[in-house]
């Protein structure tokens, strides 16, 4: 292993011990030049340090000040020994320890740093690297970025939101920004069988008030749908083509993982009337219980689509009604052809 570019390349860095896993050269060399010209001054945090060799890049190539966190003994002495080798060693200061621990003090003391890495061992879960995430934020400069490595799956807490996540081999790398990491996704759930010209207000309201809204087709257990839910999806990803931060997306399971599979905060959901309060009360308290963090919030729909329902434009146009205004136009002749049976006919 040895410093890639800036004054320390070529620096040949000391083996890292058994038991850490150390970030390949290839991982590497990739994370360095998608953060590409970033090294001008700056703080650098190098979390799970193992050898250092993140922090001593980022030392390497211009960051001014760095700190490595880690709590094996002999990786501590690795990067002790690498920061001699790299020449860098007055620029830095390794801590012995938790990283949690760590963490609670920095935010006390309202540090904040302009790099991240965070590389925590494989067998960290990735409900923990979620939580990683929500405390980063805070200690993050404006501009800054936050790299993370995982070795399952994107870290959780990160996906849907919009940094680079890219695949080496067994390793997943996410680079997130400051407004990527501060961003409120929510979720709009439902069963959009099909979507109705509602449904497509609620989310276009949704959009307007969120970063990024995840439009997620379910199933509902007490209706048998019409359609297939990737069916479902395709109408959706028709109609709000428009709208730059909408995603459609299949859910399979429980709505509190999926949305924690996002990284959302926010669950949205339209309501017409009274009589739908009922249900959606006792989900969103259910889904509480579930998720304590998770918010759902009602948008109150607008009152010329009270009346109006996906099993209302299954039944007319099912039977030959017209169902336009009751359906986004992009999709009224496939709805009508669906729902009345006469697809492929
Ligand atoms: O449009 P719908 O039928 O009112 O949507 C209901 C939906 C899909 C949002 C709801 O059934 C749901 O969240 N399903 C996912 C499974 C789940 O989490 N069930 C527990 C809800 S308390």
Redesign the pocket.
């Known amino acids: 292993m040895r410093v890639i570019a800036g004054t320390a390349r070529g620096t040949r860095l000391a083996p890292v011990p058994t038991g850490v896993r150390p970030t390949s050269d290839r991982v590497r060399e990739s994370v360095f030049n998608s953060l590409g010209q970033f090294f001008d001054g700056g703080d650098v945090l190098d979390l799970y340090a193992g050898t250092g060799a993140l922090g001593i890049e980022a030392l390497s190539r211009g960051c001014e000040r760095a700190v490595f966190v880690e709590k094996d003994g002999r990786a501590v002495a690795a990067i002790r020994e690498n920061l001699r080798r790299a020449g860098v060693a007055d620029r830095a200061e390794v801590l012995r320890s938790d990283v949690e621990r760590v963490l609670d003090r920095m935010l006390t003391d309202g540090r904040v740093f302009n790099l991240i890495f965070a590389d925590p061992p494989y067998r960290i879960a990735a409900t923990e690297v979620g939580g990683l995430v929500s405390r980063l934020r805070a200690l993050l400069a404006p501009g800054g970025r936050v790299v993370i490595e995982s070795g399952e799956a994107p870290a959780e807490g990160t996906t849907g939101k919009k940094g680079v996540t890219r695949r080496y081999g067994g390793t997943f790398v996410t680079i997130l920004d400051r407004f990527e990491l501060t961003m409120i996704v929510a979720i709009c ?4 069988d099909p979507v109705t010209t509602g449904h497509l207000d609620i989310i276009r309201r949704a959009s307007g008030i969120f970063d990024h809204v995840v439009v997620a087709v ?3 257990l007490r ?1 048998k749908p019409r359609l297939q839910a990737a069916e479902r999806a395709r109408l959706i990803e028709k109609v709000t083509g428009g709208l730059d931060n909408v995603s459609v997306e299949v ?1 399979d399971g ?3 993982d999926f949305a924690r599979e996002q990284g959302a905060r926010v669950i949205v959901k339209g309501l017409r009337a009274v009589s739908d309060f009922e249900s959606e009360f006792e ?1 969103a308290q ?2 509480r219980k579930m998720y304590p963090e998770l918010e759902t919030v009602f948008i109150m729909a607008a009152a010329e689509h009270s009346f109006l329902s996906s099993s209302v434009v299954r039944e007319i146009a099912s039977l030959g009604g017209d169902v336009r205004g009751l359906v986004p136009d992009g999709i009224l002749e496939t709805v009508r052809e669906i729902y009345s049976g006469t697809r492929g006919r």
């Open positions: 759930p439902g069963s959009f379910g199933s509902n209706k859910m429980l709505l509190v989900q259910l889904n």
